[in-house]
């Protein structure tokens, strides 16, 4: 791929304050295409947001829309190495902040609900997923214009015994666009932080075993990563 032809188009939906200042630091690291367009929309409701994004870059003649979230932190590496895999769809490697921490990455579920994708030893590179979450999602532009607008919504999902529950926006996405015949991928590769009352990281040891790196300033503190006993189903 030849990153200086490539046209990107960084979507960036916030609250009315920016909510962590080492987003705004490490956005300023970020490598990027000689033709990027950085573009902020503030509010409350983040799927009205991230629609009205997607309405703008529409109008832009750029080829992919990377959707960044303000409360992770993304190596300086991770556009490019997402523009790399010429895919329609992938997202970086980041983690849950409730414990025990799963990847938000998931498998195909039935009726909207989708089971967590543990991460595997030995396992590295680009994996499909049947869902994600949305922070650091590069889409090409094709798939939007497979769908239809709003392409982000928020539906009810009911469990077996009947009891209601809201869906994120992002499994409705993702399974649009599944539906509409695109493949999601994962690249395990890129870990960012997610920030929660400390830095969450997925990280691999010398011999393949995944943990989870809790960082604050210049401390880490290694605990064990989530295993497919801790999976649950999460609409």
Request: proline share 5%; aromatic share 10%.
């Amino acid at each position: 791929m030849n990153f200086e032809d490539q046209k990107v188009f960084i979507a960036i939906p916030q609250g009315e304050l920016a909510r962590y200042s080492d987003f705004e630091a490490t956005l300023e690291q970020v490598q990027c295409p000689p033709h990027t367009i950085k573009q902020r929309l503030f509010g409350i409701y983040i799927a009205n947001l991230q629609n009205q994004l997607a309405r703008v870059f529409l109008k832009t003649n750029c080829e992919w829309f990377w959707l960044l979230n303000d409360d992770q932190l993304y190596p300086a590496d991770t556009l490019m190495r997402l523009l790399s895999h010429d895919v329609d769809v992938v997202v970086p490697l980041c983690l849950e902040k409730a414990s025990p921490h799963g990847p938000l990455i998931y498998d195909a579920g039935k009726d909207g609900f989708n089971p967590y994708r543990c991460l595997r030893k030995g396992e590295s590179g680009l994996v499909q997923v049947g869902a994600c979450g949305g922070g650091g999602m590069l889409v090409r532009r094709r798939v939007f214009e497979a769908l239809y607008d709003p392409y982000w919504t928020v539906t009810e999902r009911r469990h077996a015994d009947g009891t209601p529950e809201y869906s994120a926006e992002d499994f409705d996405f993702c399974a649009r666009v599944r539906e509409a015949g695109f493949q999601i991928h994962c690249d395990l590769d890129v870990s960012v932080v997610h920030v929660a009352h400390y830095g969450l990281r997925a990280m691999r040891d010398s011999s393949g075993e995944w943990y989870t790196a809790l960082i604050r300033g210049q401390e880490m503190i290694a605990i064990p990563a989530a295993t497919p006993a801790a999976e649950t189903v999460i609409a």
